[in-house]
């Protein structure tokens, strides 16, 4: 974006934001790259990548309505649902290459610590 939007000879000025979206797009292309080919690097990728977005996107959470401690995707990233949504479809393109190594796990728990807060009584 220009520096002044008012002055179109003003300097450019580079984003250094960083959204969920932008972690959950390559995860899941990775994962399916991994898939058609069968090349260890696409599922090296995408593994990494899925690390370093529980790292940025998830925090340490005590939820008294579970009654357990896991990590909890950040309400307040400002990502929105959407980009978190697109995030999520990583994850799980991942999980169908391994399920056993429970890349779901902190998901699922934020998605079930939601519901359980917004339950009618």
Same mark, same amino acid.
């Given at each position: 974006?220009?520096?002044? =939007? /008012? /002055?179109?000879? =003003? #300097?450019?000025?580079? #984003?250094? /934001?960083? %959204?969920? %979206?932008? #972690? ?27 690390? #370093?977005?529980?790292?940025?996107? @998830?925090?340490?959470?005590? =939820?008294?309505?579970?009654? $357990?401690? !896991?990590?909890?995707? $950040? ?7 959407? !980009?978190?949504?697109?995030? @999520?479809?990583? !994850?799980?393109?991942? %999980? ?17 610590? /939601?519901?359980? %807060?917004?339950?009618?009584?």
């Amino acid at each position: 974006r220009l520096s002044d =939007s /008012d /002055d179109p000879n =003003s #300097s450019i000025v580079i #984003s250094k /934001d960083k %959204y969920s %979206y932008n #972690s959950g797009q390559p995860m899941q292309a990775a994962s399916l790259l991994y898939q058609i080919t069968g090349e260890e690097q696409y599922l090296t990728d995408a593994k990494n990548i899925a690390e #370093s977005a529980y790292d940025k996107w @998830f925090t340490e959470y005590s =939820s008294s309505v579970l009654d $357990e401690t !896991f990590q909890l995707l $950040e309400p307040t990233s400002g990502d929105g649902v959407w !980009f978190h949504a697109i995030m @999520f479809r990583g !994850f799980v393109e991942l %999980y169908k290459i391994i399920p056993k190594e429970n890349t779901l796990h902190h998901s699922k728990n934020t998605l079930k610590n /939601d519901l359980a %807060y917004k339950r009618p009584e």
